[in-house]
């Protein structure tokens, strides 16, 4: 039996598609496939962990999560069960810090001087 697919894709303006997914199987290592929609030919084995850091990435650049598939040796895609309609995801851009503001400083008081002017 093969392994069980999360699927990916992502849909172009001109109407073509290219989809991701990725399996667990099993053993700490992940099989990643890729290609045109329906045809995932291309195929690499990473560790499971890559896989998934991989995974939201795809959301963010705008894949949408489609849901489980079974996917045979020469790469066609079988749908076995949906995710809800749209599972985009919209990046969240962290807030800029805060910055304490700090007091002003008198530069002639940190260099000290004397009656001339002259600072050393």
Partial sequence: ??????????????????????????????????????R??????????????????????????????DIDATGAVALLSRDGPDQRVTPVVPAAPKLDPKPARDIAALLGGDEDGFYF
């Fill in 1 to 38: 039996m093969s392994p069980l697919y999360r699927l990916y894709r992502y849909e172009h303006g001109d109407g073509t598609a290219r989809e991701w997914a990725y399996a667990d199987l099993g053993n700490g290592t992940a099989q990643i496939r890729w290609g045109p929609a329906g």
């Fill in 40 to 69: 995932l030919r291309q195929t690499q084995s990473k560790p499971l962990p890559i896989a998934l850091e991989r995974a939201p990435v795809k959301l963010l650049k705008g894949y949408v999560a489609i849901g489980r598939a």
